[in-house]
């Protein structure tokens, strides 16, 4: 199992926030699964996104553990449901 993700305090959330729709522009909305890498375009606004996401300060965080050496400890709980999906 894998999390992935940001993290950052209130200042360097609501730099990004401020950023965000310059970066993402013209599009109103950033979803990656629609993009196909295939236009140059494309290629540049996620540059921007990067530098906006640089530039604030947040960090990238990822964080992952075998199943297997998680489940015998949550065993028998509600968590265990969870690692089923």
Known sequence: MF????VGNQPQWT????????AI??????????????YDR????LVRVGEAI???????????LFQGDYLPGVRG???ERFLYG
């Open 42 to 45: 494309d290629r540049r606004t």
């Open 3 to 6: 999390v992935a993700g940001f």
């Open 54 to 64: 640089r530039l604030s300060g947040v960090k990238p965080i990822i964080g992952g």
């Open 25 to 38: 522009a013209p599009r109103k909305s950033l979803h990656l699964q629609s993009l196909r890498f295939l």
């Open 15 to 22: 730099s990004l926030a401020q950023d965000w729709p310059k």
């Open 77 to 79: 709980s509600d968590i």
